[in-house]
């Protein structure tokens, strides 16, 4: 493809653009693409925080929208005044899918699905437009731990095992079907666990950062044997610009950082640069169908279209993000002191000396 292909202006919705990937992915497109214009879906959820934009939501290249992706007369006309679609918008954390599945399937999949036939009417009246859609290495399930060199490709079976993990992999087979179908330019990512600045500190690494900070102890699930591959959020967003711009029409890439740590692990680097002892940590029941290891073969996006994980090196790239929640003491407050809490109180109960009030 040539470069003036490669630069071709556009005009890019993107779903999601408050939560975690979504804000980074906003502003990672504002600093590489500047010509292109961005329009931010989003409804809000409590993992939304219009914050997370706050230096990079002004200019005419950015627009935000409040609403929600299952409304399908709005997101008809998003699309037809945008190029391409980056549908990044769910809901995200598999214990609250363990709580309650319902808000998981109405907006990853009938909201996945309300875009897919949206981008179907335009697209192909148009005769242009791609759809990257963000799904997850959750769908592939679980690894046993005693063969680490196991990983998953882009061809092993989907077999996801908690309610979050079932819903992305019925909206990425959805998308699948939109392209084998119709013939619709769509574009799958299954990414690796993310970590970085502006997570919702409900996810492992933010929680547990914001937690010592406070000077409150971490809650380790069981024996905290699971493994993780963490990549660093810039280099999702440099994979999923890539696929945009490169990707195979109705490819499948697979997106990990060869970076994989159990939780203990995890938990005692933390500890470690935030000075804190063992006794900090607090070890509670299990997550109900735990899966035990998430790992992913890269090497297709690696090899087609030269993609490289270049920011998630640890012990740099944890520290990195620990000194972002240091140095963002108020986002974080603002957070757990909002809805969080309630949310927290249920999971765990209240901290020791905590009133609840
Ligand atoms: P997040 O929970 O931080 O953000 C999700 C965003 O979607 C929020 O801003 C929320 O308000 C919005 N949203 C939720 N429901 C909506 C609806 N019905 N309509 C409009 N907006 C809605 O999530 P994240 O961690 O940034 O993940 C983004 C995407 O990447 C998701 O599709 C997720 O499945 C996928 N993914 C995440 C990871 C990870 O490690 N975080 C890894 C692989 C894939
Ligand atoms: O693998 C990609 C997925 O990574 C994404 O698709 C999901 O949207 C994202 O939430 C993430 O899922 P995980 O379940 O792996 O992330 P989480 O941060 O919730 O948990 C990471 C690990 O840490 C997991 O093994 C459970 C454990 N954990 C988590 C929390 C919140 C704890 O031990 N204690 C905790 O309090």
Same mark, same amino acid.
């Given at each position: 493809m040539t470069d003036t292909l490669l630069n071709v202006d556009r005009h890019l919705l993107i779903t999601g653009g408050c939560g975690f990937i979504g804000s980074n992915f906003v502003r990672f497109i504002r600093a590489q693409r500047p010509a292109w214009r961005i329009t931010n879906l989003d409804s809000l959820t409590e993992a939304g925080n219009l914050q997370n934009l706050a230096d990079v939501a002004v200019g005419e290249h950015y627009r935000f929208i409040k609403g929600n992706i299952c409304d399908r007369a709005l997101v008809e006309r998003l699309i037809d005044e945008c190029t391409d679609i980056v549908h990044l918008a769910a809901e995200t954390h598999v214990d609250r899918s363990i709580m309650d599945a319902g808000p998981f399937v109405q907006t990853n999949v009938v909201g996945t699905q309300t875009i897919l036939d949206a981008a179907l009417k335009v697209f192909k009246a148009r005769s242009s437009g791609r759809l990257v859609f963000a799904s997850t290495?959750?769908?592939y399930g679980s690894l046993p731990l005693d063969t680490m060199s196991e990983r998953f490709t882009e061809d092993s079976p989907l077999r996801p095992n908690n309610p979050y993990s079932a819903s992305k992999a019925a909206a990425d087979m959805m998308v699948r079907a939109y392209h084998e179908?119709? =013939?619709?330019d769509c574009v799958v990512t299954r990414c690796c666990n993310n970590f970085g600045p502006n997570q919702f500190p409900e996810k492992v690494i933010p929680l547990f950062v914001t937690n010592l900070l406070e000077g409150h102890s971490v809650p380790l699930y069981g024996d905290g044997k699971n493994v993780r591959d963490w990549i660093h959020v810039e280099d999702y967003c440099s994979a999923l610009l890539a696929v945009l711009e490169r990707g195979h029409s109705g490819a499948t890439y697979n997106v990990g950082a060869n970076n994989e740590r159990s939780n203990l692990e995890l938990t005692h680097e933390l500890l470690r640069l935030l000075g804190c002892g063992p006794e900090m940590v607090r070890h509670v029941p299990d997550r109900l169908g735990h899966d035990l290891r998430y790992a992913i073969d890269a090497g297709k996006l690696e090899c087609e279209?030269?993609?490289?994980?270049?920011?998630? =090196?640890?012990p740099a790239a944890l520290e990195r993000t620990v000194k972002w929640y240091q140095d963002n003491e108020s986002w974080w407050r603002a957070v757990k002191s909002g809805a969080y809490k309630d949310y927290y109180k249920r999971q765990y109960g209240l901290f020791e000396g905590e009133s609840g009030e």
């Open positions: 290495d959750e769908v179908t119709f =013939a619709l279209l030269g993609w490289q994980a270049e920011r998630s =090196a640890w």
